[in-house]
């Protein structure tokens, strides 16, 4: 996958694996560093923690020129993946009909 107009940051093989790190609840910890840096400036993006915290894996980012220069992420999610607190919810109110 390649975009159209790919959004680019120059890390450090160490800054990758650190950044990969966080992952399900330890975006937490991810939003309180950019808290600590940033102060209430900026903040990690309410979607982008719940993506996480569903394992979901970001595959590809896009520089949107027509929205203001905003970052699209193309994301890539496992139903199985998918925690099982996140599931059991929504199979409470599934019903399946013979």
Request: proline share 5%; charged share 30%.
């Amino acid at each position: 996958v390649t975009s159209k107009n790919p959004f680019k940051v120059d890390l450090t093989v160490s800054e990758k694996r650190y950044m990969e790190s966080f992952v399900g609840p330890e975006v937490k910890k991810l939003d309180a560093i950019i808290k600590e840096v940033e102060g209430d400036k900026l903040r990690l993006p309410v979607l982008i923690k719940q993506y996480i915290k569903q394992n979901a894996k970001f595959v590809a980012y896009n520089v949107d020129h027509d929205f203001n220069d905003a970052i699209d992420a193309l994301i890539f999610m496992r139903i199985s993946d998918i925690p099982r607190s996140t599931i059991e919810p929504i199979l409470k109110d599934v019903t399946i009909e013979n």
